[in-house]
């Protein structure tokens, strides 16, 4: 039977009592962590961590990361960001072979393998209860695929990941209305060059 990952974490939050633990997003950009945040600081104290080494070129992601350091000063609270310096070697290590697959097939999965793995690391280094991901607010992303390697992620790390399905509950609708509200810049491709050449 197929999971209902948006039930999953509504029962992990009614779990919670009321207590607001420590979670970790990665977030694969400010349009896409809008209506993220907007669900997930009522509950958490939330960390954005921007960690995609997929996108390119280097000027791309700097002007995502200046929109999503934007976004988090319009919203409301004080939601801190990692930023990490721009590594798209660890990317192209595994990407120039898989160069031929499809979009959303293997290399997409090894991407999400290679963000999500290195957020638990994260999370787990720094003493977060929880960490989880944007990724699956997105049409295109597969959110069994994105849950699947996140929890595989959490258990090598020894955290929790929040297992979740933000394009639920007109989420991605949300996200394209925040966007709006807040004049963010909304990319045309996912981050590689090769989710571009699919345009």
Not at 51 to 63: A, M, R
Not at 77 to 102: K, N, S, T
């Amino acid at each position: 039977m197929k999971r209902n990952y948006q039930a999953e974490m509504e029962e992990e939050i009614e779990r919670l009592g009321g207590r607001r633990p420590a979670l970790l997003l990665h977030s694969c950009c400010g349009p896409c962590s809008s209506a993220v945040l907007e669900r997930l600081t009522a509950h958490f104290q939330v960390t954005v961590l921007y960690y995609n080494p997929n996108i390119e070129p280097e000027e791309e992601y700097l002007h995502r990361l200046a929109e999503q350091e934007r976004l988090l000063t319009l919203l409301p609270g004080d939601i801190p960001l990692l930023r990490c310096d721009y590594d798209h070697e660890a990317f192209a290590a595994f990407a120039e072979a898989m160069a031929d697959c499809p979009e959303g097939g293997d290399r997409c999965l090894a991407c999400f393998a290679l963000r999500l793995n290195e957020t638990a690391r994260r999370a787990a280094e720094n003493g977060f209860e929880y960490f989880t991901t944007t990724l699956s607010v997105s049409p295109h992303k597969n959110a069994e695929a994105v849950n699947r390697i996140g929890e595989e992620a959490g258990r090598k790390a020894g955290v929790r990941y929040l297992m979740a399905d933000f394009k639920k509950k007109d989420g991605y609708l949300r996200s394209l209305q925040l966007s709006r509200e807040y004049g963010l810049y909304r990319q045309d491709y996912c981050g590689c060059l090769y989710s571009r050449r699919t345009l």
